[in-house]
């Protein structure tokens, strides 16, 4: 395979590793943004909970139900974001080491795609997930 050939290689396989990490990356935000909002759910339902057992009344099961239903979902969800940030990670890496072979054919291609990759693995909001059990 000559030089050329080799370089257009390297560089399509970093700019599909570019593309799938950018929309992993914004599944990511999406999703992190849906489990803010189902966690703060879960979270007004048991301080109902605990206001209304606090109380001495005895909350519905309908309450202890919405409860369970939200936190299997939250647990769903958390399961599905791990494996989206794992797939992020390893599309991560395919493109870095295209990248750094690519260097050696033509460094300038190399960094503009490497700076994108900084920005979308940026944007993408990814956080460590920490499980709260309420």
Do not use: W
Not at 10 to 28: G, H
């Amino acid at each position: 395979m000559d030089k050329q050939e080799q370089e257009n290689r390297l560089e399509s396989i970093a700019k599909n590793e570019l593309q799938k990490t950018q929309q992993l990356a914004e599944s990511d935000f999406v999703k992190g943004q849906l489990k803010e909002f189902m966690n703060n759910k879960l979270r007004k339902d048991i301080v109902i909970r605990d206001d209304l057992l606090k109380g001495g009344d005895e909350p519905s099961k309908a309450l202890f139900d919405k409860i369970d239903g939200r936190q299997e979902a939250l647990d769903d969800l958390v399961s599905i974001i791990d494996t989206h940030q794992t797939c992020l990670l390893s599309s991560y890496d395919i493109a870095k080491q295209a990248i750094s072979a690519l260097r050696k054919y033509n460094p300038t291609k190399a960094s503009e795609i490497e700076n994108s990759l900084a920005l979308k693995v940026k944007s993408s909001g990814s956080n460590v997930i920490k499980k709260k059990r309420l």
